[in-house]
């Protein structure tokens, strides 16, 4: 069975600053895809990265960028340059290889001061 | 701007009435979700669809939860009866996924607040 853990439920960084966002897995499967959503006030969820566990390079998407690390099984979050709209909760999920659902962590909730 | 679309938006009923979630996915995706976000539980996976069939419900109680896909374009949600504990937010979302495919976005909609009295 998978386990996704996030273990900052809530986190406050300065506009411009960079932060991470942890998210440590559990998986017997050897072959699985990583994911970040961004959930705002609005509720909305918002697809942001994927890194695929056969993947050399860390993904990377604009200001969005994922430290995987799959011998310590973490596939933390880095955002550079915050900006206030990136206050929201952030999801990090899992797909396995025999089943194409996502299981979400609990999330972290992200604040961006100015 | 292709997205996926969930009727309606906010539902609130009293405990033994029916409620029923619907979901547009997008033109072309052969995959839906049904996912519920609760405070305690968080995200978890209700049930989903590859060709409009059912490939995982486990996560849905068959006593009250019943999900289908009459067709392509519509996913439905029923709740019979509805209990206080069921109020949550629905999500649904929708993918295009082939076998032996390794990457699978899922858009999701926008969601359904449920609230049951």
């Known amino acids: 069975a998978q386990k996704i853990t996030q273990t900052q439920p809530g986190m406050f960084v300065q506009e411009k600053e960079a932060v991470t966002l942890d998210c440590t897995y559990d998986t017997s499967d050897q072959s699985y895809g990583l994911f970040w959503y961004k959930q705002p006030s609005s509720g909305e969820m918002i697809f942001l990265i994927y890194?695929?566990?056969?993947?050399?390079q860390n993904a990377t998407e604009g200001r969005y960028s994922l430290n995987f690390q799959k011998a310590r099984k973490s596939a933390n979050l880095v955002i550079s340059a915050s900006q206030l709209g990136d206050s929201a909760m952030y999801f990090c999920a899992m797909e396995g290889p025999s089943g194409y659902a996502l299981n979400f962590g609990k999330g972290t909730s992200l604040l961006v001061t100015p | 701007d292709a997205r996926v679309t969930q009727t309606p938006r906010h539902k609130v009923t009293e405990m033994g009435q029916e409620v029923t979630m619907r979901c547009q996915p997008i033109l072309g995706h052969n995959t839906v979700f049904w996912y519920r976000q609760t405070m305690m539980q968080g995200l978890e996976l209700l049930a989903y669809f590859r060709n409009r069939a059912p490939l995982d419900d486990s996560g849905m109680p068959k006593d009250r939860f019943s999900a289908e896909m009459p067709d392509a374009t519509l996913a439905t949600l029923k709740i019979q009866p509805s209990e206080p504990r069921d109020s949550a937010v629905y999500f649904c979302?929708?993918?295009?996924?082939?076998?032996?495919?390794?990457?699978?976005?899922?858009?999701f909609g926008p969601g359904t607040r449920l609230t049951v009295l």
């Open positions: 979302a929708s993918g295009l996924r082939f076998s032996g495919s390794s990457y699978n976005e899922q858009f």
């Open positions: 890194q695929g566990s056969y993947d050399e």
